[in-house]
T-cell receptor, first 112, second 111 residues
Framework: DAGVTQSPTHLIKTRGQQVTLRCSPK?????VSWYQQALGQGPQFIFQ???????QRGNFPDRFSGHQFPNYSSELNVNALLLGDSALYLC???????????FGSGTRLTVV | GQQLNQSPQSMFIQEGEDVSMNCTSS?????WLWYKQEPGEGPVLLIA?????ELTSNGRLTAQFGITRKDSFLNISASIPSDVGIYFC???????????FGQGTTLQVKP
């Protein structure tokens, strides 16, 4: 039973570029949440998708957007990349309203 | 917004010692979770607490949900080298659906 899978594992982008990160939830899960984890910090909630709609959003600018597909997989898009966007981006899946989100191993994004 | 204060920030202990870390918040949470994160990996759930006052164990780990619903602690007994990692508390609010994380406690164990 596959857990949460994220791709790519590592990525290097230049300031001003755009990036798309991908996530496949754990089998049986229908909700996907995205987190940004800066070095030495706890994960910060970006947004949550359920039934292909953004349900909750954290304090992140509109440069951060997402999408959920009918198979429950999800994408995180970041436009106009800044150096400060360099972080580990984590995807977590769950059942709607369920606790104990299951996390993927993350995508390490470096903006240069 | 909601914020969790986790302490201590780091710990360096001898193998066999017991460890205690805690998390406090200015907000009430419906659920407290404790995660462990190792280098290059995402957080892994250790213990979930659903009721105020609840005390739950998972092997050598014990965690409690504070009666005020604004705090939680995690104890690790008889630490071993594989306990090394970063431990995060997280609070879940059913109102917002958001999972809010503390800043983490880095644990190092000396054999």
């Amino acid at each position: 039973d596959a857990g949460v899978t994220q791709s790519p594992t590592h990525l290097i982008k230049t300031r001003g570029q755009q990036v798309t990160l991908r996530c496949s939830p754990k089998s049986g899960h229908d909700t996907v949440s995205w987190y940004q984890q800066a070095l030495g910090q706890g994960p910060q909630f970006i947004f949550q998708y359920y039934e292909e709609e953004e349900r909750q959003r954290g304090n992140f600018p509109d440069r951060f957007s997402g999408h959920q597909f009918p198979n429950y997989s999800s994408e995180l898009n970041v436009n106009a990349l800044l150096l400060g966007d360099s972080a580990l981006y984590l995807c977590a899946s769950s059942l709607r309203g369920g606790y104990g989100y299951t996390f993927g191993s993350g995508t390490r994004l470096t903006v240069v | 917004g909601q914020q969790l204060n986790q302490s201590p920030q780091s710990m360096f202990i001898q193998e066999g010692e017991d460890v205690s870390m805690n998390c406090t918040s200015s907000s009430i949470f419906n659920t407290w979770l404790w995660y462990k994160q190792e280098p290059g990996e995402g957080p892994v759930l250790l213990i979930a607490l659903y009721k105020a006052g609840e005390l739950t164990s998972n092997g050598r780990l014990t965690a409690q949900f504070g009666i005020t619903r604004k705090d939680s602690f995690l104890n690790i007994s008889a630490s071993i080298p594989s306990d090394v990692g970063i431990y995060f508390c997280a609070g879940h609010s059913s109102n917002t659906g958001k999972l809010i994380f503390g800043q983490g406690t880095t644990l190092q164990v000396k054999p």
